[in-house]
T-cell receptor, first 113, second 117 residues
Framework: AQSVTQPDIHITVSEGASLELRCNYS??????LFWYVQSPGQGLQLLLK??????LVQGIKGFEAEFKRSQSSFNLRKPSVHWSDAAEYFC???????????FGAGTRLFVKA | GAVVSQHPSWVICKSGTSVKIECRSL??????MFWYRQFPKQSLMLMAT?????????EQGVEKDKFLINHASLTLSTLTVTSAHPEDSSFYIC?????????????FGPGTRLTVT
């Protein structure tokens, strides 16, 4: 069965510092991978997605993610975090055939001044 | 970009009553929509897949008679929580993929917070 693991429940970084959020997936074929961000009390916004091709994907708000097949990972990165980036981040896998999306447990990002 | 709306954004109801939540795709048609439930500080759990013109498909463990889903048009799906109880209090989120795109990319509504007293 497909699954997504986000090993860090929460992460705290200083404003201006770099960020990396980890994501590992379990899937039998090349997955469709997503990162979403959720601000408190809000729905989810797509940051970026990987379907095929270049394994380094650029997204909105200065985020990028790298697909590494050998490690079954799709880690999210940002070179310089802003206070407005504080939110919950979800990694997700797209399930073929039915448009279903499997979400990881989420990582809450705290940004300190 | 594609926009999905939900109404209401929050609702408080008494135990035993029913509550209807609407999910609309504003600028595209959605033959399929998804309903998720999210408990505080937890991830999204898929409840059901809403299919236009046919019955919804429920995930294992989700009570069909309690969470009634209707997808009567290409832009509207509704979730009715029947005989609500305090344990049904949660954040309900709907999503829809762009029609015709086999991309699995979802567009999410802003969510509806339900509190049952």
């Amino acid at each position: 069965a497909q699954s997504v693991t986000q090993p860090d429940i929460h992460i705290t970084v200083s404003e201006g510092a770099s960020l990396e959020l980890r994501c590992n997936y379990s899937y039998g074929a090349t997955p469709y991978l997503f990162w979403y961000v959720q601000s408190p009390g809000q729905g989810l916004q797509l940051l970026l997605k990987y379907f095929s091709g270049d394994t380094l994907v650029q997204g909105i708000k200065g985020f990028e993610a790298e697909f590494k097949r050998s490690q079954s990972s799709f880690n999210l990165r940002k070179p310089s975090v802003h206070w407005s980036d504080a939110a919950e981040y979800f990694c997700a896998v797209g399930v073929p055939g039915g448009f279903k999306t499997i979400f990881g447990a989420g990582t809450r990002l705290f940004v300190k001044a | 970009g594609a926009v999905v709306s939900q109404h209401p954004s929050w609702v408080i109801c008494k135990s035993g009553t029913s509550v209807k939540i609407e999910c609309r795709s504003l600028d595209f048609q959605a033959t399929t929509m998804f309903w998720y439930r999210q408990f505080p500080k937890q991830s999204l759990m898929l409840m059901a897949t809403s299919n236009e013109g046919s019955k919804a498909t429920y995930e294992q463990g989700v009570e069909k008679d309690k969470f009634l889903i209707n997808h009567a048009s290409l832009t509207l799906s509704t979730l009715t929580v029947t005989s609500a109880h305090p344990e049904d209090s949660s954040f309900y989120i709907c999503s829809a993929p762009l029609s015709g795109r086999a991309s699995y990319e979802q567009y999410f509504g802003p969510g509806t917070r339900l509190t049952v007293t």
